[in-house]
């Protein structure tokens, strides 16, 4: 019979925490799923660890190496659950991710995408953070002006949504952003306020040089979303880029080049209708708090004046 859900986990060279994030699936209080791992190559113990499970649920298939987007886009075309949800090979989902998910996507047919908050852990499993994202869509899709509004593993999708509109990842380094952008036309993007999952960030090199790259590649998806709604000279690219980069050392003139362009997005929108008015401007302000405070221009925040400007024009 069909599943109602195939967690769909890629496998590179995972042997590392690849039980762990196998069993937190296999423990899920939700039963009715497949569970889609792709080998993607790997040179370690990955196979022979997964291979170790006899639970029927698992579907395994291994291929040469072709790198995440590719490996994803297979499992898509291979899927036969209703819903497909993510998985990475050193996460935990906590055992009620899928049952509270597949729950809040039968009460809301409209949305096609739906994240979670997550908690963030070290390599060693202590909690070091947490993620937190915009919980409808129309703040939702007015934050893919300035990032990534889904946390990627918390994911689980309409397999229907992809397939009807011809939507697969891109090889890019930031493919899920991509596809959150473009799922956005079509579908409306979501995420459950409470805490399905654990997401593993660790110091090592090769996880920095991909954050690095990720950064790189979601800074042109940025550009891009920005030149829809008008004209941007590269110097206001650059202040929008930079209003977010931690490295970044602002001048003197940073604050005031951050509002004209957060204003500028604003009349933009207004004339393009490409995000929801109120949505947008609640983000705005955010961005422009953020940016005073990052000044150390707390005193702003007190101004009367600034207080008209974002709440009554």
């Known amino acids: 019979m069909q599943p109602r859900v195939t967690v769909l986990m890629p496998v590179y060279n995972g042997e590392k925490y690849l039980k762990e994030s196998m069993d937190s699936i296999l423990g899920q209080t939700f039963k009715d799923f497949e569970f889609l791992i792709i080998n993607d190559g790997s040179t370690d113990n990955s196979q022979r660890i997964i291979e170790s499970y006899t639970d029927p649920r ?3 298939i291994n291929q040469d190496n072709q790198g995440l987007s ?3 886009n297979n499992g898509i075309d291979l899927s036969l659950g209703e819903f497909i949800a993510r998985m990475d090979q050193d996460d935990i989902s ?8 597949v729950k809040f996507m039968d009460s809301n047919l409209e949305v096609g995408v739906c994240g979670s908050y997550a908690v963030i852990i070290n390599e060693v499993g202590l909690t070091i953070g947490s ?3 915009y919980l409808k869509h129309e703040e939702i899709k007015a934050q893919l002006l300035f990032g990534s509004p889904l946390a990627h593993p918390t994911v689980i999708f309409r397999r229907s949504i992809l397939q009807i509109n011809n939507l697969k990842y891109l090889d890019i380094k930031s ?8 799922c956005s036309e079509f579908t409306q993007l979501a995420n459950v306020n409470k805490f399905l999952f654990k997401y593993r960030f660790g110091n090592g090199d090769s996880q920095k040089l991909h954050k690095k790259e990720y950064n790189i590649s979601a800074l042109h998806i940025i ?3 920005l030149l829809r709604l008008g004209d941007f000279s590269e110097t206001e ?12 050392v602002p001048d003197k003139y940073f604050l005031k ?16 209708r490409i995000y929801d008015n109120s949505a947008l401007n609640f983000i705005i302000f955010e961005k422009w708090i953020y940016s005073s405070k990052r000044m150390g221009q707390k005193k702003i925040l007190f101004s009367s004046t600034f207080w008209l400007y974002f709440f009554c024009i």
């Open 58 to 60: 698992i579907r395994l």
């Open 70 to 72: 590719t490996t994803l």
């Open 94 to 101: 906590i055992k009620s991710r899928l049952y509270e998910q």
């Open 131 to 133: 993620i937190t994202h």
């Open 175 to 182: 493919e899920d952003y991509d596809l959150w952008v473009r």
């Open 223 to 225: 550009k891009q979303n």
């Open 237 to 248: 690219i650059y202040t929008h880029e930079s209003m977010y980069e931690s490295s970044y």
């Open 257 to 272: 080049k951050s509002f004209y362009l957060l204003n500028k997005i604003r009349l933009l929108n207004k004339n393009a």
